[in-house]
C-alpha cells in the first residue's frame, strides 16, 4: 500500500499528526506536508538523525531482513530482538515512534494479528538513509573497460514505450472478447510496440490474471494505464478517461518518468523479496555518472544484507535490476569482456531525485511554438521537447521511423488512412501539422499529398442491416405508410446504398483497396456515428481552458491492480492506528503491582527477590540493569532455568561484542532494576 492510498485511508488530521512528531522537524518548517516529505529523499535523511536510537536499529533491522515486504508482527519482533539485542519492550516503544511518525504502519487480520510494512514508495528513501550506499568513482582500470565495452542498445524511456502501446491499442480498437480480454491482434499489436520483454519482468515473481491471454509484458502496460487512471473498463470494451489521460499526456517528460518510477517500484518492491536492496541502492546513485554493477553486489554483502537474503545467492539482483531499467530507458548500460572477464556498468539518464516537474502546458502558453518540422518528402522530424500531446496524434497520423534524440515520422497512405477510420478529416489534419510546425506553411508536396490520400480513403463502408422483406410493393406500401413502423426504418435502398452478401464483403473489400478507395475497417453498427472514438484527439495548441478538469499530475482514480495482481494486497484489511502504542498501555497498566524501587534505583536483593525482578522483565519483556564487577551492564532476560533446586537466567548482554546468549546465576552480580523503555531514566 503506497502513500497515496494511504493517505485517501487515512485522512488530514491523521497526517497533521506525523508531522508533528519531532522526526519530521525540518520538512515541517519547509512546509512539506506529510505525503511530500515521507518521499523526499532529504526529508528522509534528515529525519533519520532525528530517530531514537533503538527506533533507528528497529527500522535499520527491520529494512535489513525484510526488505519491502510486509512481517507479521510476532515475528519481526522476534527476529529484531535476536539480531538487535532489544528487549520486546523497547521494541515495542521503537515501533511506536516509528508509527506515531507515520514510517511504519500496520494493517489488523481478521483474527486480530498484525502485519507491519513500510509503503513501498518510502522504502528506498529509508534504506538509502539508514544503510547509505556510497560507491567510490570508477578506478583507471575500470574506466578502461567501460570505454572499450559495448554499449547495449537504446530503449525509449518507459513513457514513449506506453504511449506507442497506448496508440496501437487505440487504433486497433477497444473491445473485449467474451472472455474479457482483448483480442489476439490487439495484444500482439500492443506488445510490438515497446522495447521492454517479458524476460526483465519474469524474475521479480509477478502474477496476473489471463495468462493464457495476455504475456506478463501486455498486463505490465495494460496495469500502467490502469494505475495512472487512463482505461475504464465497460461490459464489452476498454474506453480511455479522458480527462486523466489528457492529464497524463500535459506533464512534464521528466515528471511522468518519476511517476513511472514510483509505480514499477511499488509494484515490484513487494514481489521481488531481497531483492529489492539491489534496487533502493541503485536509485539512490546520482544521475550522469558511470557505476559498476558489482559494486552493488559487494556493497550487499559488507552491509550485512545479502547474509540475510539467502533466495539470493543464486541470483545477480542487482544485474537484473540494471537489465529491467535499460529496458524501461532509464538508464545506459556498458558490457565489458576485458581479459575474458564479463562486467557491467551503468548510468542513470533520469534523475531519480528530482522534484515535481512544471505541466508541458505551461510550456504552451505562447501559442504555435514549433515541435515538429514537416518535410516535403512527408517526413515530420519531432523535436525532444515535443509535447506528447502532440506525439500522441503523430503516431496516428504517421509511422513512426526511428525514435532517439529526435523522432522521425513518416506520412503514408495507409497511415492518413488510418486517422480518418479515427474521426480525423483533411482540414484537421492539415490545421495540427500546420499549428505543430509552429505556423509555417505546410510544404506543397505534403498538401497534395494528404488532400490525395484524403480523397481516397474511408470512402466506403459496410454496415450489417437486417432486412423486413415484403412479398410485393402493395404490401410494402402497406408497411411504409404506417404511422409506427414507417419512423423505424433506416432508409431505403437508393443510388447511394447497396446490399451485399456477407460472404463476398471480403472480396469487395480487397478490390476497393486495390483501385484506391480503402474503405473503413470493420462492420459499421447504425449507431456507428454517435460511438466514442477509440483513438481521442487531445491536441492542444495555446492556452488551455482553466478548469478541474485541466488539473495536471493527479491521477483520477486508485486501480485496485486490475491486470497485475498485488503481492501484498493490504487494503484488503483495517488499518491500525498505532498498534504497537495499544499494547504498551496495556502492558502498563499492570505495572502498578509491583514495588516502585524495582525500577527507581540499584539495589542489593535476596535471591528469590532477585527471581521475581527476572520473572516480572520477562513478562514485561524489559530489560534490566546489572552492577557486575566488570561494572554496570544491560542485559535482556530470555528464558529462566531451575535446576537442582537453583535457578539462573538466560540471555544477552549488550555489550558484548559477539552478542551471544549467555547463562547468569543469581551470585554473579550485585545489584539490579528494572528498566521500563520510554521513561527517561538512565540506563
Known amino acids: 500500500m503506497n502513500i497515496n492510498r494511504l493517505a485517501a485511508k487515512l485522512g488530514e488530521e491523521r497526517q497533521g499528526q506525523f508531522m508533528r512528531s519531532a522526526v519530521w522537524t525540518e520538512a515541517a518548517h519547509r512546509g512539506m506536508t506529510w505525503q511530500v516529505a515521507a518521499k523526499d529523499k532529504l526529508a528522509v535523511r534528515e529525519a533519520a538523525t532525528r530517530l531514537s536510537a533503538d527506533a533507528a536499529a528497529v527500522l535499520a533491522w527491520m529494512l535489513r531482513l525484510f526488505a519491502a515486504t510486509p512481517v507479521e508482527g510476532d515475528k519481526l519482533l522476534k527476529e529484531i530482538r535476536r539480531n538487535a539485542a532489544l528487549s520486546g519492550a523497547e521494541c515495542q516503544v521503537a515501533l511506536a515512534e516509528l508509527e506515531e511518525a507515520g514510517i511504519l504502519f500496520a494493517v489488523r487480520k481478521v483474527w486480530g494479528e498484525s502485519l507491519y510494512f513500510i509503503p513501498p514508495d518510502t522504502f528506498a528513501p529509508w534504506q538509502q538513509a539508514m544503510i547509505p550506499f556510497r560507491p567510490e568513482p570508477l578506478a583507471p582500470r575500470e574506466r578502461e573497460k567501460l570505454m572499450n565495452g559495448e554499449m547495449e542498445p537504446n530503449c525509449r524511456p518507459l513513457g514513449r514505450q506506453l504511449l506507442s502501446a497506448f496508440a496501437a491499442l487505440a487504433a486497433c480498437g477497444l473491445g473485449l472478447t ?157 558490457e565489458s569482456r576485458s581479459g575474458g572477464e564479463r562486467q557491467f556498468f551503468f548510468k542513470w539518464v533520469i534523475d531519480t531525485d528530482m522534484d515535481g516537474a512544471k505541466s508541458i502546458v505551461e510550456e504552451q502558453a505562447a501559442p504555435f511554438r514549433r515541435w515538429i518540422n514537416v518535410q516535403p518528402s512527408g517526413e515530420l522530424i519531432a523535436e525532444p521537447e515535443c509535447p506528447f500531446t502532440a506525439r500522441w496524434e503523430l503516431e496516428l497520423l504517421a509511422e513512426r521511423v526511428s525514435d532517439e534524440r529526435v523522432t522521425v515520422y513518416r506520412l503514408t497512405a495507409s497511415s492518413i488512412a488510418r486517422a480518418l477510420e479515427n474521426g480525423r478529416t483533411r482540414q484537421s489534419i492539415r490545421r495540427f501539422l500546420h499549428d505543430a510546425s509552429g505556423g509555417e506553411g505546410i510544404p506543397r508536396e505534403v498538401e497534395e499529398m494528404v488532400a490525395d490520400w484524403t480523397s481516397r480513403a474511408c470512402r466506403t463502408s459496410f454496415a450489417e442491416a437486417v432486412l423486413l422483406r415484403c412479398d410485393n410493393e402493395q404490401m410494402a406500401a402497406i408497411v411504409e405508410s404506417h404511422p409506427v413502423i414507417a419512423p423505424l426504418l433506416l432508409e431505403k435502398l437508393g443510388p447511394a446504398a447497396f446490399i451485399v452478401d456477407p460472404a463476398h464483403v471480403g472480396e469487395i473489400r480487397r478490390l476497393l483497396q486495390q483501385a484506391g478507395y480503402p474503405p473503413r475497417k470493420g462492420m459499421q453498427a447504425a449507431d456507428a456515428a454517435d460511438e466514442a472514438r477509440p483513438y481521442p484527439d487531445m491536441v492542444m495548441f495555446g492556452d488551455p481552458a482553466p478548469g478541474p478538469e485541466r488539473e495536471v499530475g493527479k491521477c483520477l482514480t486508485d486501480s485496485p491492480f486490475a491486470y497485475v495482481y498485488e503481492t501484498f494486497p493490504l487494503h484488503h484489511f483495517e488499518l491500525a492506528a498505532n498498534a504497537a502504542r495499544e499494547r504498551l498501555l496495556a502492558s502498563a497498566a499492570n505495572r502498578g503491582s509491583i514495588p516502585a524501587m524495582w525500577t527507581k534505583q540499584l539495589r542489593e536483593y535476596h535471591s528469590s527477590t532477585r527471581k521475581e525482578l527476572i520473572e516480572q522483565a520477562l513478562q514485561w519483556q524489559t530489560p534490566v540493569q546489572l552492577r557486575m564487577k566488570q561494572g554496570l551492564r544491560s542485559f535482556v532476560p530470555e528464558r529462566l532455568e531451575q535446576k537442582d533446586g537453583g535457578w539462573a537466567v538466560i540471555g544477552l548482554l549488550r555489550d558484548e561484542p559477539e552478542r551471544q546468549p549467555i547463562r547468569l546465576t543469581p551470585d554473579m552480580w550485585e545489584e539490579m532494576r528494572l528498566v521500563i523503555p520510554g521513561r527517561s531514566d538512565p540506563i
Open 178 to 334: 467474451s472472455k474479457g480480454t482483448l483480442n489476439k491482434k490487439t495484444i500482439s499489436k500492443l506488445t510490438e510496440s515497446a522495447e521492454l520483454d517479458d524476460r526483465q519482468l519474469l524474475p521479480f515473481g509477478l502474477n496476473w490474471p489471463h495468462r493464457e491471454h495476455y504475456p506478463l509484458k501486455a498486463a505490465f502496460i495494460l496495469e500502467a494505464a490502469s494505475a495512472e487512471g487512463l482505461l475504464m473498463t465497460t461490459a464489452d470494451s476498454l474506453r480511455w478517461n479522458v480527462p486523466a489521460f489528457g492529464r497524463w499526456l500535459e506533464l512534464n517528460e521528466e515528471e511522468r518518468e518519476r511517476r513511472l518510477l514510483d509505480w514499477c517500484l511499488s509494484m515490484l518492491l513487494p514481489a521481488c523479496g531481497s531483492g529489492a536492496h539491489a534496487a533502493a541502492a541503485i536509485i539512490g546513485l546520482k544521475a550522469g555518472e558511470w557505476y559498476a554493477e558489482r559494486e552493488v553486489s559487494r556493497f550487499l554483502g559488507s552491509s550485512g544484507i545479502a547474509a540475510f537474503a539467502a533466495e539470493d545467492a543464486e541470483r545477480d539482483s542487482a544485474g537484473l535490476w540494471c537489465a529491467l531499467f535499460h529496458a524501461l530507458g532509464w538508464l545506459e548500460r556498458v
